[in-house]
């Protein structure tokens, strides 16, 4: 099955800088990589994805970038405020892609952006 | 449209009792999926569901854990009897087809003593 690893696990960051988060993940096959933003006491929310067929993919403050041939993708978060704080993950939709329904999560990275 | 709704949203039982999480889907999605997510971990898929049918089980730990959905809406997880690794947020999620839109709910946080 798909194997997603997430890095860092830990992230601390000043208001104002950038923040980035990187998921490399096994199954050449996969085609779709979301990325959710888990805040405390709540279920996880998706925040960007990104699909095979593209490289990049921007949305104000967040983008997430694609490398097929390395296998991996990132979440990028420019202008970090102390609300981006939370845990936020990656996933990978297992060899079959999306019409399967299932997602393979990576490990999370806990994100704090000091005032 | 209103969320994935989730209940109880705590609970706190001994081992080898038993519990039962139960979650509303969005209206009109199909597929619902049960995750377990242990502390300082992602989410696991246990199973998931197509209307009233199992699509994918393959992780559930099927001489504990049960699952149904009758009707093709409202879904129910059962743990008998509980150990205390199960102590974990359950959370269910449900889209209108495939992984794009999904939605998950608050989630369950099952603690086992």
């Known amino acids: 099955g798909e194997n997603v690893e997430q890095h860092p696990s830990t992230l601390s960051v000043q208001e104002g800088d950038s923040a980035v988060i990187k998921c490399t993940y096994s199954d050449s096959a996969s085609n779709y990589f979301p990325w959710y933003k888990q805040e405390l006491g709540k279920g996880p929310q998706l925040i960007i994805d990104?699909?095979?067929?593209?490289g990049e993919k921007k949305d104000q403050r967040i983008a997430v970038t694609l490398n097929k041939t390395a296998k991996h993708f990132s979440l990028h978060i420019t202008e970090t405020q102390p609300e981006d704080s939370a845990v936020y993950f990656c996933?990978?939709?297992?060899?079959?892609?999306?019409?399967?329904?299932?997602?393979?999560f990576g490990q999370g990275t806990i994100l704090t952006v000091h005032p | 449209e209103a969320g994935v709704a989730q209940s109880p949203r705590y609970k706190i039982i001994e081992k080898r009792q038993s519990v039962a999480f139960w979650c509303n889907p969005i209206s009109g999605h199909a597929t619902l999926y049960w995750y377990q997510q242990i502390l300082g971990q992602g989410p696991k898929l246990l199973i998931q569901f197509q209307n009233n049918g199992v699509v994918d089980d393959s992780q559930l730990p099927k001489d504990r854990f049960s699952a149904e959905r009758l009707k093709g809406v409202d879904s129910t997880l059962k743990i008998q009897p509980a150990k205390l690794e199960d102590s974990a947020v359950y959370l269910c999620?449900?889209?209108?087809?495939?992984?794009?839109?999904?939605?998950f709910g608050s989630g369950t946080r099952l603690t086992v003593v």
């Open positions: 996933a990978a939709p297992p060899r079959g892609g999306t019409s399967y329904g299932k997602l393979t």
């Open positions: 999620a449900s889209s209108l087809t495939g992984v794009r839109g999904y939605t």
């Open positions: 990104i699909r095979s067929n593209v």
